[in-house]
């Protein structure tokens, strides 16, 4: 089943919702929180019997010592840090550190800890949640520098400490995790930016909160997984023949590219098109033919290229326009005259630098680059798309129309 992806600020209202409107207790949650992580630490990491959990201030540092009292409770061995006084908590994370400190649990401050020689199987990170606003720095940068140079497989609590929760941006320095719990809502950041490289693998709980309509919360991103895909492509007619199922162009290969349409048109084969012709250049055609009989190759050259595909625009039902296509006037006359029919498109590769160069807007294509072509198409630099990809994703949408795939660990699609 599909999930969907919230922003920290919805996560918020989601466990204000469980809180106030389901009647569930804020240190309960936290509780069954604890529990979830602890389990996943357990499942994963089945021979470490030493844990370090490096607790900080607010609600994060509550899971924290939720987990430590579990661990406890297992017979485990814990090290617990603090980078804050533990006597200052307050609400649900006091709760929890006194649920632990009657565990027999103690605490060491990072500073203490720094000087003693204990050894661990597994770090524990609960030491900033997602309410992070700002560069991480002082103790709880030095605790992150630990964390990741410790050599210990680490289990981050919700989201990587340091890590932007909305988008995945490093707040300074940021933990790496194998794997991080999350709970209530997926976070947006944990599949974003940075998020795919810290997070490890992600252990979800909804933490058995009754279902919230996503109108409530109006979550913008949904994650794609099989069932979703199973929807937009159903079964075949086992009755069916090629006819039925669409004529692909595949327009590019300029001089020594031509193995970019070969792969092209063996994906278009394999995604279940009926039919695939290839346009490219003459040179190329006897290397893609050879290496995939299934594709028609059609040598397109001279100064009436555009002529040339005109015969092949009129069999086709959609284009894929791009792949080694180039930048010279051979690649641009072929652009030219694909998009100027109204046959849906597929555009990639140097087709977007083209249209970088001459932007249109339409609503039947979709367009598929990575963060460079993305900044090439925004006029802005690929650090830029990087450090806020959901919004580069929007503007990409309002600039060009149609559907956006923008591609990276993360891939966003729009619509």
Known sequence: MSQWIYTPEQVRE??????EEQGVPGYELMRRAGQVAFNAAREVFPAARRWQVFCGSGNNAGDGYVIAQLALDAGLQVQLIALADPEQLQGDAAAAYQGY????????????ALSTAATADLCVDALLG?????????????????????????????????LNGASGAIMGSAVRADVTATFVGLKQGLYLGAGP?????????DLGMAPVAPERVAPQLQCADISLLQQVMPP???????GRYGHVLVIGGNHGMGGSVRLTGEAALRAGAGLV???TRPDNVAAVVSGRPELMCHGVDGIDSAAELDELLARATVIALGPGIGGDDWARELF????????????????????AAAPVKRDNWVLTPHPGEAGRLLGIDSGAVQADRLHALGALESHYGGVVVLKGAGTLITG
């Open 101 to 112: 400190a009657a565990a027999g649990g103690e605490v060491e401050t990072f500073d203490a």
């Open 197 to 205: 490289d810290h997070c490890g693998r992600v252990i979800y709980s």
């Open 336 to 355: 030219a005259r694909a998009i100027s029919t109204r046959l849906p498109l597929v555009v990639d590769a140097d087709a977007l630098n083209l249209l």
């Open 14 to 19: 989601l466990d204000r919702i469980v809180i």
């Open 130 to 162: 997602t309410g992070l606003q700002r560069a991480v720095e002082g103790a709880y940068a030095d605790a992150v520098r630990v964390i990741n140079e410790s050599g210990l497989p680490v289990l981050a609590v919700d989201v990587p400490s340091g």
């Open 236 to 242: 075949r007619d086992r009755g069916g023949h090629k």
């Open 277 to 279: 012709s290839v346009a």
